[in-house]
């Protein structure tokens, strides 16, 4: 019996989501399969958020983007952030199951196929050092080393930094996330060159109103990025 199989026989393959035992490693149950909200369909080229209706339209935007510039040229989601989508992203976040950024990188690479370009650069955005400190790793940081490995990039787990604590986006409005995270993320000296001349391939666990990759993006550019790309797990459905 190989070394794999005595494993599974001693600790059989689980379900990602709901925990009962399923075939292989890193794999969602029938029924979690088909309760997770894949992003598969036409989405806005801007923010990834999905569109209801139309043709797949590979340039298409939403309402929110046809009237507001964002400083990248293309985001995608694997996943809405519902359901099993968001309690999946809550156990990567808050629950210490790391194992769940393989798969969740997976998704995302195969989500991100129509906006990869040659030689980016694989950006994750950071934490303030004291949240660091409290949950032990960053989530972002493990979904960007997935990415860039499938993808074959660079990656550059500390091109940003987070100069203060910004504290938790939640309950504020679009316009309050902004100002929280205005000027919040700047390059890492020793680590700016690398932006230099390249575009970046900024990674997250979850984007709502976009003002997070809004500050990481501006800080690329004004290090010498030559272009911005977005890729999240899962994108929010209504910004706050």
Known sequence: MGLQALAHLLYPPQCLACGCRVQTDFALCAD???????????????????LLGGEDDPQALCDTCLTESRPWSAA??????????????LKLKHADRIDLARPAGDWMVRAAAPILKPDMLVVPIPL???????RRYNQAALLSARVAKLAGYDHCPDLLQRRRSTGSQDGLTKEGRH??????????????????????????DVMTSGAT?????????????IGISVLVMARVAKEA
């Open 32 to 50: 979690c399969w088909r309760d997770t909200p894949f992003i598969t369909g036409t989405v806005c080229n801007q923010c990834g958020i999905e």
């Open 76 to 89: 995608r989601a694997a996943l809405a952030y519902r359901d099993v989508g968001r309690d999946l992203v």
């Open 128 to 134: 303030h050092w004291m949240r660091m400190l409290k």
């Open 179 to 204: 100002r929280n995270m205005q000027d919040a993320l700047t390059l890492h000296p020793r680590r700016a060159a690398r932006v230099e001349g390249r575009h970046v391939l900024l990674i997250d």
């Open 213 to 225: 990759m809004t500050s990481a993006a501006e800080a690329c550019i004004a290090g010498g990025a």
